[in-house]
T-cell receptor, first 115, second 113 residues
Framework: KAGVTQTPRYLIKTRGQQVTLSCSPISGHRSVSWYQQTPGQGLQFLFEYFSETQRNKGNFPGRFSGRQFSNSRSEMNVSTLELGDSALYLC??????????????FGAGTRLSVL | SQQGEEDPQALSIQEGENATMNCSYKTSINNLQWYRQNSGRGLVHLILIRSNEREKHSGRLRVTLDTSKKSSSLLITASRAADTASYFCATDWAQGGSEKLVFGKGTKLTVNP
């Protein structure tokens, strides 16, 4: 079974631009969660999608948004990029809804650098 | 904040030794999970322990949970160089119909050959 796939692996953008990251979950998994990892703040939860609906959301500004498609693939968008958005963005999938109850299977991440 | 805190922040040991990492959290939980992350990569789930469990084993891993002290420990026995990674505990957080997984800052383990 293929794991969680995130594309692209690396991305360089400049301040003010927007970016879209993609995540393909493990086949059969319907829950997709996104996390931001930085050296200073550690791993922080962004949001969880299940069956195309956002179920949970972390404490991030509205510049961070996401969506999930009918095939469970998910995209995350960050608009008006700031230097502080430089981070490793991780996607995780799970069989069931409920990000806190279930084992999360993580992708390798997208390393975003904002210049 | 319910964020878990791992202790120590960094640990360096020799191959064959045991490694113990601790995690403390602030509010009551339903379950606690441990994950491993190799440098700059995604996380790999190691073990999930529920609040009504006190100890759980998986191969060379032993996890304990003490809900009265709001703490958990991860023991890796007979460590190998391949165990070099960062280890995170994650607790469930729920409030007002919303839930999330809250990660600690991690323990960076180095196993020297």
């Amino acid at each position: 079974k293929a794991g969680v796939t995130q594309t692209p692996r690396y991305l360089i953008k400049t301040r003010g631009q927007q970016v879209t990251l993609s995540c393909s979950p493990i086949s059969g998994h319907r829950s997709v969660s996104w996390y931001q990892q930085t050296p200073g703040q550690g791993l922080q939860f962004l949001f969880e999608y299940f069956s195309e609906t956002q179920r949970n959301k972390g404490n991030f500004p509205g510049r961070f948004s996401g969506r999930q498609f009918s095939n469970s693939r998910s995209e995350m968008n960050v608009s008006t990029l700031e230097l502080g958005d430089s981070a490793l963005y991780l996607c995780a999938s799970s069989s069931w809804a409920g990000v806190a109850k279930n084992i999360q299977y993580f992708g390798a991440g997208t390393r975003l650098s904002v210049l | 904040s319910q964020q878990g805190e791992e202790d120590p922040q960094a640990l360096s040991i020799q191959e064959g030794e045991n490694a113990t990492m601790n995690c403390s959290y602030k509010t009551s939980i339903n379950n606690l999970q441990w994950y491993r992350q190799n440098s700059g990569r995604g996380l790999v789930h190691l073990i999930l322990i529920r609040s009504n469990e006190r100890e759980k084993h998986s191969g060379r891993l032993r996890v304990t949970l003490d809900t009265s002290k709001k703490s958990s420990s991860l023991l890796i026995t007979a460590s190998r160089a391949a165990d070099t990674a960062s280890y995170f505990c994650a607790t469930d957080w729920a409030q007002g119909g919303s839930e999330k997984l809250v990660f600690g800052k991690g323990t960076k383990l180095t196993v020297n050959p």
